[in-house]
């Protein structure tokens, strides 16, 4: 999909990508550690959430990260 969209994956993203698709083609699912994803789940939690970024950059609607609380307007001062 990057490819068509003409959109440059990152090394990381395309060894990424490269491995986890080895490891479900082979193994069933991309992950060793059982509590890290659900039973018959092909990628852990992570992997799928880094999937997801993946795909968005890919077709160009690449979000930004927010971390933690929105910002609010502070309240008005009464001094």
Known sequence: ????????LSQWEGEFLQ????RVK????AFADPEKGAPGQALSMRQTIKLKEIS?????KEKTRR???ARRD????DS
Do not use: L, N
């Open 1 to 8: 999909m990057a490819a068509k969209a003409g959109v440059d």
């Open 26 to 29: 082979t193994y069933g699912r």
């Open 56 to 60: 968005a950059k890919a077709s160009g």
């Open 19 to 22: 491995s986890a698709a080895e």
């Open 74 to 77: 502070k309240p008005a001062s």
């Open 67 to 69: 971390f933690g609380r």
